[in-house]
Nanobody
């Protein structure tokens, strides 16, 4: 069974840091893209970051560039999202997603279209 499980969310003060984990099981991350998305109340789901496991290519939404870093530990079949200098606007439920990597342009993987599998999300709340 394909599963994605997010963890690492919580409550943090503005300016603080969190590291989210996306643990994949039931498949190998090889030849997949992993994306992080977030959904805040009243807002559309937003692509935050993505990584193509095979080539290591990464993409970031403009709103998080320089603050968030995505990485993968292939041996653990886990992808991380290090979030630094968090802002209240980062408050959302964060989801990871997995899909076959069929395009080379990283921006494509900030869209929902490539992804077949989704985790259940982890809440990130940033207080001011």
């Amino acid at each position: 069974e394909v599963q994605l499980v997010e963890s690492g969310g919580g409550l943090v003060q503005a300016g603080g840091s969190l590291r989210l984990s996306c643990a994949a099981s039931g498949f190998s991350l090889d030849d997949y893209a992993i994306g992080w998305f977030r959904k805040a109340p009243g807002k559309e789901r937003e692509g935050v970051s993505s990584i193509l496991i095979s080539d290591g290519g990464t993409s970031y939404a403009d709103s998080v560039k320089g603050r968030f870093t995505i990485s993968a530990d292939n041996a653990k079949n886990t992808v991380y999202l290090q979030m630094n200098r968090l802002k209240p606007g980062d408050t959302a439920v964060y989801y990871c997603a997995a899909g076959r990597a069929r395009h080379s342009r990283g921006a494509y993987y900030l869209l929902s279209r490539p992804y077949d599998y989704w985790g259940q999300g982890t809440q990130v709340t940033v207080s001011s």
